[in-house]
Structures are given as C-alpha cells and as structure tokens.
C-alpha cells in the first residue's frame, strides 16, 4: 500500500479570509481538526472515519457527491477529503463547485483515488493543482498528509504577504 500526496508546483493562492474552524489541542500538543470525509464506499468510509476520530479528530462523513457538497457549503471545516468517484455529482465536479461557491476551502480540500492513470483524472489534478492520494492508502499515512495540509495552511493564511 502508498500514498501519494501531489500539489504541481505554481499553484496560485487566492486571498480570502474565513472564520477558522474552532481548533483544540490534544494531548501532545497537536490541534484536533474537523474534517469532513465524502466516500460511497461504506466500510471505507467508517474505517476512516474511525481512525480520525481515534486519532483525535472530529470527522463527519456523507455517502454521496450531492450530500457532501451541501455539508461542505454549509460548515465549517479544516479539511475535506473527497473521492474522485461518487455517483450523482462527482468528486471533479463537487470540488469545481466547492471551489467556485466557497474559494476559502482551497488549500484544505484533499482528493482520493485509485484511478491516476484516466486521462481525464490526470487533466483534472494538472489543471485544478489540488492535492490528491492514492488509494488504497494506509491511514497513519493519511493523517501526516492531513496535517500537512493544515500546516500549510494556516502557514499560508498568516504569512506577511496575505495580510
């Protein structure tokens, strides 16, 4: 199993301010997150969202694109991790519609797949730059990228140059 974690290089950040999600600190000092996992696969999606909750994480989950575009429009949330293929609404078009509707989630917004070798998936991380794993993935693995995200963000979002 490995994970993959990819965001090209020349990536521009937009400038917005949000009201940050509510942070804790947990035992050994790091912050507890709130994330929100959109999968239709449903043992996955519990055992994700298990271990993140084990780890410390407050983690809420949809089983569809469409659900999970709404809670995400409609929360507050550190980090969204979302499948590439759901039914209904995909994983591409729910984050080209997250990204367009709420632009404050960039840098946040995590994509999971086990389909890199689709032309049309590779178009879609090529032109969108976010950041994406390979599934399948191990979950401790998981959790460093998850951090790493909020780390750059908020490293992001304090710098001199966004202010």
Same mark, same amino acid.
């Given at each position: 199993?490995?994970? +993959?974690?990819? =965001? /090209? @290089?020349?990536?521009? !950040? $937009?400038?917005?301010?949000?009201?940050e999600p509510r942070r804790t600190v947990r035992d050994g000092g790091d912050e507890a997150m709130r994330?929100?996992?959109?999968?239709? #696969? /449903?043992?996955?999606?519990?055992?994700?969202?298990? %271990?993140? =909750?084990? $780890?410390?994480?407050?983690?809420?989950?949809? /089983? !569809?694109? #469409?659900?999970?575009?709404?809670?995400?429009?409609?929360? #507050? %949330?550190? $980090?969204?991790?979302?499948?590439?293929h759901l039914p209904g609404i995909s994983g591409a078009d729910l984050c080209r519609r997250l990204l +367009?509707?709420? /632009? &404050?989630? #960039?840098?946040?917004?995590?994509?999971?797949?086990?389909?890199?070798?689709?032309?049309?998936?590779?178009?879609?991380?090529?032109?969108?730059?976010?950041?994406?794993? @390979?599934?399948? %993935?191990?979950? @401790?693995?998981?959790?460093?990228?998850?951090?790493?995200?909020?780390?750059? @963000?908020?490293?992001? &979002?304090? &710098?001199?140059?966004?202010?």
């Open positions: 199993m490995h994970i +993959a974690a990819s =965001r /090209p @290089h020349g990536s521009q !950040s $937009v400038l917005t301010y949000v009201t994330i929100l996992y959109i999968d239709d #696969e /449903p043992s996955l999606r519990s055992l994700v969202s298990e %271990f993140l =909750r084990m $780890v410390g994480h407050e983690c809420e989950t949809e /089983p !569809s694109g #469409e659900a999970g575009l709404d809670r995400a429009l409609n929360g #507050e %949330f550190d $980090v969204i991790i979302c499948d590439m +367009a509707e709420k /632009p &404050s989630i #960039e840098g946040r917004l995590l994509l999971a797949t086990g389909d890199l070798l689709s032309r049309e998936t590779q178009e879609f991380f090529s032109q969108t730059g976010l950041p994406h794993i @390979h599934k399948p %993935f191990k979950l @401790h693995e998981l959790n460093s990228v998850i951090k790493g995200l909020a780390r750059t @963000h908020r490293a992001e &979002s304090t &710098s001199p140059s966004t202010q």
